[in-house]
Each structure stands twice: as structure tokens, then as C-alpha cells.
């Protein structure tokens, strides 16, 4: 059986992995200690891409439409994980959990403005402190949006914020003609930007891998895409590679009633908006246009690969190097009606995730086993041979799951806890908390007048079907209702909405021409002064139920006129 047909048979199973261990809050933040190297530590390539689509990747496509060679070859020779995701759907919030090993709550990093990073540590310090060289080329993305080197880093190649795909994009005029260009960080020094940024970062990791490091010592490769984040510029040699290309969207893309089904309002009014299909980006652009270029940027990310993999070969250390590809966060093509990431629905929580290192981990295989951003920290501490796990990680070691010595069936992995914290500059989602357990997902938001969420995912993987108020799903509501506020506490056992600083009033436009707001639910529109009017507020309950399934109140509270006509009259 083929790698697609083998990914495409177990899509029912893909979720069938999760299992019911709750996670515990960690303890503070602990700095590196020196612990024993393995006897034949092997190297570590992390490949990072931004806003990757889970199934943007060629070998999941059909036949012919998306192509990624290098990528689909790193798949065939190594494992898919189809269950990758994502704790925090958003660039820095995952970016950071993925370096901390904690999550977001902990971290104190929740948006892309001007989260600390005060006080943290990144995995790589560990690594270094058991000889490891250590070397981060690309987009970092956190802390006050500067491109200063990191701590746990050896060599350091980055930019400030998001970057910029060629060397005068985002310039305007004046200064291109004034012979300004986009500059880079390198090693503490500004240097200017000369070509394309995937071929470019791609260039100086090649160059530490060639001539800069000590081939005598393990290494760990951090390389870190711009791409294909918005607006995605492809090189100039995938331009017009997709131009004749059909793209196909969702089928939850279109603005039907079926689609809004039991859908909250947000997602609704989000369809008019800089993340909603019918005006994202605030542009009249339509998505099947827009994937053209993102594909055709994807295909810069695979030409790195390809390099990367190629030198491995040509210096016979693919056996000795595990190479990871992955993406930060998932992406939105009009699911539900919406676009981009920050969302809890599976579209923007999963990540493509793909592993190789021939002769160790399993080639040809789709592993069902979940695996977060938030457990590579500690994996690649077990790769590199450090015995003791930092105090602070929150993640599961995984690398059992990887090599194949533990089967997915036997894989227990954590409650799958996820995190968005609403932000002032793109106010269109609002703060989003979601658990996993098993197949069934439970989806709440804070702050908002909407409905909750539960979706069971063998059987609705598309989540179309909410099931929050199926009387036959009550228990699963609240058994997951519970357990997810009792594992979103913090380090601390506070329960806190973490925010930072308004600085704009945010991407709050629409089209004049789009669609207007959602309505409330009709179970929502009711007659006054009924006499059950306090039962929304107490907590939901199989009594509760049975009460509203006979037609009585569960509490019966009159208003206060109807009261006083009880009251006897002296």
C-alpha cells in the first residue's frame, strides 16, 4: 500500500491514539545542568515552517496538484505523524512552547506583540551544556520584536519580526531608491540582505554545517522559515508554477445554513473580516488565488530540504541525524468560513509532521501517536542523552513513539490542552480553551456571548456536527468542562487571562458589501418572565436535564411580581 493510501485508510484511526492522562502543573523554572552525553549522541535538524497547512504537503494531495519531492521523500524513507499539532495556534505562543518546553500559561508568552521572555530557557542551553553545537538561522519572533541573538545558541542568523521574503519587499520607495534594503542579524551584527530569505537562511545554515562547526561535536540545526507566512512571495523561479493549478476549498468554506449549524456567532461574523474568507486580509482576493502563491513559496522550503538531506547523504551522517519538519501552527483556507490560524478547530490545532533519520526512525509509516510542539524539548533532551528532565517542561518525551519502540496503541499521551488568548490587534477571535481526550474535543471561549462546543471526531473529523447540547453527550460535556479548567491552571494553581498592552485599535474592518452579523441562536430567543429563567446558570447536570426533558424548570424562579402576588396579604 502506498504512503498516501496508507494515510488516507487510517484518517478514521487518526485520533483513535489519544488517551486520558491528565497533565500536572510544573514547577519553576530551572537553569541548565550539566548531565552525561550519550555514548554516540546523534545530530538534530529542526525545520520550521510557518502557518503550514497539515495536508500541505504533496504525498497527501491528490496525485500531481501540490509538489513537494523532497518533502514526499522525507516521508516515504521516514514517519508521518498526522497527529501533530499545536498547543497555542499562533506564531509566538507556539514558538515558545516549542523552545520552553511549557505551556503558554507558563511561558507567558500569548501573542505576536511584546511578550517577556524574561525568565525563560530555551531547550538548546541544555544541549550545549552536554557539548552539543547549537545553531538557530531564521525567524524568531518573539520579545519586543528584536533579532538579537538568544541564549543557547552558538551561531545566530535572524531578523526582526516576521522578515521579509526578498531583500526591498515591505521598503518603500524613497528608501529603495536611497539603496536601502532588509537586514539581517548576524551574530550581533547587522548584515544586509541579499537574496530570497528561504534561499538565503538556507545558504548560512549550509555554510555552519560545511565550514563554521566542529565536526568533531554533535550538532543541533535550528532552521526557522519565514515562509510561508502571509503575503507568501514565492522565488522567482516558482512564480508562475501554479498558474494553471485548480485549488479546491473546503466544503465548510461556503455560507450555508448546513455550515452554521450550531456553529457560534463569532465564526459567523468572522467571515467578513481580516481573517475571514469572504474579506481576509481585507482584500478581494479569492483563496484559490491566494494558495497559488503560498504553494509556490512552499516549494523554496522544499529545495531546502532537499539541500539539507542531499549533505547529510553526501557526508554519510543521515544515519546519525534526525531530521524533524514541521510547522508552528496550522492554517485556515475557508473552513467553517474562516482563514489563517488562532482557532481551535482541527484545521488550525494540526501540523504537518514528518521525522527521518534512516536506520532508527521507521520508513514508510503513518504513526497515529500525538505528538505536541510542547513534547519536543523534552525528546530531543532524551536524543542528546541528558538524564534529567528540567523541572519545568510539561511535555511528554516522545521519542519512544518515534524510533518505533512504542507502538501508537500503547502511546498515552496527556489530555490534549489547547490555548489562544484574545488580541487588541486582531480582535476577530475571541479567547479560545479546547481539550481532546480520546475522540471527543470540548471547545469554551472566554468573554464572548456564544455557544461552547463538542465535537466527536471519529465520527465528525471535520467537526460539523456540535454535539454541546445533545442530551446523550452531557457526561462527555461535563467530564471535559472540568478537566479542562482544572489542567489550564498555571505553574502557580491560578486560573489567569494573561493580555498586553492596546497600542491601535486592531484589524476590525469589513466589507462594506459582506455579510453582516450572525444571529443568536433560536433557542437563545425566549418569552419573558419564565419561570426557569435562573436554570441557564446553574451547572449543567443529569437533573437538570431530565427536569427540562419533562418540560419543568429545574429551579423554579418567578420574577419579582409574580412573587409578590404569592405573598399573602395582611
Known amino acids: 500500500m502506498s504512503l498516501l493510501r496508507k494515510t488516507l485508510s487510517t484518517a478514521a484511526a487518526t485520533f483513535a491514539a489519544m488517551a486520558l492522562i491528565p497533565s500536572t502543573a510544573p514547577a519553576q523554572t530551572a537553569a541548565p545542568t550539566t548531565a552525561p552525553v550519550a555514548q554516540h549522541p546523534r545530530n538534530i535538524i529542526f525545520v520550521l ?21 523532497n518533502i514526499d521523500a522525507m516521508a516515504a524513507q521516514g514517519t508521518y505523524f498526522p497527529n501533530g499539532v499545536t498547543t497555542s495556534s499562533l506564531c509566538s505562543p507556539a514558538r515558545a512552547s516549542i523552545l ?70 515591505d521598503l518603500p520607495p524613497a528608501a529603495i531608491a536611497a539603496g536601502k534594503v532588509n537586514m539581517l542579524n548576524v551574530d550581533g551584527k547587522e548584515v544586509a ?29 535550528y532552521l526557522s522559515h519565514k515562509a510561508v507566512h502571509s503575503d507568501p512571495l514565492p ?25 452554521y449549524a450550531g456553529k457560534p456567532r463569532w465564526v459567523y461574523d468572522q ?43 553526501a557526508n554519510h551522517l543521515e544515519k546519525d541525524t534526525l531530521v524533524v519538519f514541521t510547522s508552528d501552527n496550522g492554517f485556515m483556507i475557508g473552513d467553517h468560513g474562516l482563514i489563517d490560524k488562532r482557532a481551535a478547530y482541527e484545521a488550525s490545532q494540526r501540523v504537518p509532521l514528518v ?41 511528554q518525551d516522545a521519542w519512544g513513539l518515534i524510533n518505533g519502540s512504542i507502538k501508537p496503541a500503547d502511546w498515552k499521551p496527556s489530555d490534549f490542552v489547547y490555548e489562544y488568548y484574545w488580541e487588541w490587534s486582531f480582535p476577530e477571535t475571541p479567547t479560545t480553551f479546547a481539550i481532546t481526550r480520546g475522540t ?49 491552571a498555571n505553574r502557580e494553581g491560578k486560573h489567569a487571562i494573561p493580555f498586553t498592552e492596546r497600542q491601535a485599535i486592531g484589524a476590525v474592518r469589513r466589507s462594506k458589501t459582506g455579510t453582516g452579523a450572525a444571529p443568536f441562536p433560536a433557542e437563545w430567543l425566549v418569552e419573558p418572565n419564565r419561570v426557569d429563567r435562573i436554570d441557564d446558570i446553574l451547572p449543567d447536570s443529569l437533573a437538570k436535564q431530565a427536569a427540562h426533558q419533562a418540560g419543568k424548570p429545574f429551579v423554579n424562579m418567578p420574577t419579582v411580581d409574580q412573587q409578590l402576588k404569592s405573598i399573602p396579604e395582611k
Request: net charge negative.
Open 271 to 313: 467571515r467578513n473580516s481580516w481573517h475571514g474568507i469572504d474579506f481576509f486580509y481585507n482584500s478581494d482576493m479569492k483563496m484559490t488565488e491566494y494558495l497559488k502563491y503560498y504553494y509556490g513559496t512552499l516549494s523554496g522550503v522544499d529545495d531546502s530540504l532537499g539541500r539539507i538531506m542531499a549533505y547529510l547523504k
Open 440 to 488: 471527543m474535543k470540548y471547545i469554551q471561549y472566554h468573554g464572548i456571548y456564544d455557544r461552547d462546543e463538542l465535537y466527536d471526531l471519529a465520527a465528525d473529523p471535520t467537526e460539523m456536527h456540535n454535539l454541546a447540547e445533545d442530551p446523550a453527550h452531557l457526561a462527555d460535556k461535563i467530564a471535559l468542562r472540568k478537566a479542562l479548567y482544572t489542567q489550564l
Open 100 to 169: 520552553t518546553g511549557m505551556t503558554a500559561r507558563n511561558h507567558g508568552v500569548v501573542d505576536n506583540n511584546n511578550s517577556s521572555e524574561a525568565g525563560l530557557t530555551f531547550f538548546p542551553a541544555y544541549l550545549q551544556q552536554v557539548g552539543y553545537q547549537t545553531g538557530f538561522f531564521g525567524k524568531w519572533h518573539m520579545g519586543n520584536d528584536t533579532d538579537a541573538p538568544r541564549p543557547g545558541f552558538d551561531k545566530w542568523v535572524s531578523f526582526k519580526g516576521q522578515g521579509h521574503y526578498y531583500p526591498t519587499t
Open 49 to 69: 515552517v510557518d502557518d503550514l497547512r497539515f495536508d500541505a504537503m504533496g504525498f497527501l494531495q491528490p496525485k500531481g496538484l501540490v509538489h513537494t519531492p
Open 235 to 259: 522565488p522567482v523561479r516558482y512564480v508562475h508554477q501554479y498558474d494553471k493549478t485548480q485549488f479546491t476549498l473546503p466544503a465548510s468554506w461556503a455560507n450555508t445554513p448546513e455550515n
Open 193 to 221: 540582505q541579499k537574496g530570497y530569505i528561504t534561499d538565503e537562511l538556507t545558504d548560512y545554515a549550509m555554510n555552519w554545517l560545511t565550514k563554521e562547526r566542529d565536526p568533531k561535536k554533535p550538532f543541533f540545526l
Open 355 to 395: 521525522m527521518w533519520e534512516p536506520g532508527t526512525v521507521p520508513a514508510g509509516v503513518v504513526n497515529t501517536g500525538r505528538v505536541r510542539g510542547l513534547d519536543f524539548a523534552p525528546t530531543f533532551l532524551d536524543i542528546a542523552g541528558v538524564k534529567e528532565v528540567p523541572k519545568q517542561f510539561e511535555g
